[in-house]
């Protein structure tokens, strides 16, 4: 998917969000578990439910790793229903990857050829040769991570770097030097819900740039407060939420739940495109 489409499918669905599938067999219905594919099926339940308010999915690859074979498959089911019914959706195999690049390039394979993918995620430690690999593919998109939503993200994220320009912090040093990197308009950028005081001083280096936004919901983050610093002249936001839409309920009525909380986000959306665009 290109970057334009994507655009035209916030302005269409009036909505920024990305809905996060982060599947638990501990947190779903335990009805579910009775079926062959939980977790597809929870997956499917959930996608059919929300596709009309949300431009994005992600799934957390980890979720599915931890169940082995079966889990890989269960993602491979998703990411395929997603494709053949709702292709308008943006989706984001949330892994966290990066590598020396002949290994980078195997990553991009598996997200972007085999699985199909229209991003994946990426950390930045391992430099340029570990995130070109990604960028290297026409209309995909590498989500590197520049501010996380985490506690962790001061142990390195902020600190001092000194460098011939002279000392900026890491997450600063990380979206400057990633804008000199080949295909560089393939990147956007994963900056937490929990830091919204550092928006403005992100959108003065990257003010362009798609920023996928995780921790409103579950980890406390403010969507207002993000979108006050965030947003650029086309949104320019991806904001996640995953515990907060999926498991609203762990009833049989799971998917209405979702659903209920998946609206009052886009209706906020809906709100703030509305007083900023004036539409
Ligand atoms: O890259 C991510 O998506 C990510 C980056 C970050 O800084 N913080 C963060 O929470 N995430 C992911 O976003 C999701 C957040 O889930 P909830 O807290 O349940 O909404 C999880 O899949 C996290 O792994």
């Not at 998917?1 to 335990?30: A, W």
């Not at 994220?157 to 030097?177: A, C, I, M, P, R």
């Not at 921790?215 to 947003?231: D, F, I, P, R, T």
Request: hydrophobic share 40%.
């Amino acid at each position: 998917m290109t970057t334009q489409q994507l655009i035209e499918q916030i302005k269409i669905k009036k909505s920024f969000l990305c809905v996060g599938l982060d599947v638990d067999l501990n947190k779903i219905p335990q009805h579910l578990l009775e079926l062959e594919d939980p977790i597809f099926e929870f997956n499917k339940a959930i996608i059919d439910a929300t596709h009309d308010l949300t431009v994005s999915y992600k799934p957390n690859t980890a979720f599915y790793e931890a169940y082995g074979i079966k889990g890989w498959i269960s993602l491979q089911k998703t990411i395929n229903y997603i494709n053949e019914n709702y292709p308008e959706v943006f989706t984001i195999a949330d892994a966290k990857r990066g590598d020396i690049g002949n290994t980078s390039s195997m990553y991009a394979k598996a997200f972007f050829e085999d699985l199909n993918f229209d991003s994946v995620t990426v950390a930045p430690y391992m430099g340029k040769d570990s995130v070109e690999p990604f960028l290297a593919f026409e209309n995909k998109h590498t989500i590197m991570l520049a501010l996380t939503s985490n506690e962790g993200a001061f142990d390195f994220q902020t600190l001092n770097v000194s460098d011939s320009l002279g000392g900026k912090e890491l997450y600063k040093q990380v979206l400057e030097t990633s804008k000199s990197w080949k295909n560089s308009e393939n990147l956007m950028y994963v900056v937490g819900a929990t830091k919204a005081e550092y928006f403005t001083e992100i959108r003065k280096i990257v003010p362009d740039s798609f920023l996928l936004v995780p921790g409103v919901g579950a980890q406390g983050g403010s969507l207002s407060e993000v979108c006050k610093y965030g947003m650029n002249a086309n949104v320019g936001l991806l904001i996640n939420s995953s515990r907060g839409i999926i498991y609203a309920s762990n009833g049989t009525d799971f998917a209405e739940k979702a659903r209920e909380e998946a609206l009052k986000m886009q209706q906020q959306m809906e709100e703030i495109i509305s007083l900023k665009f004036k539409v």
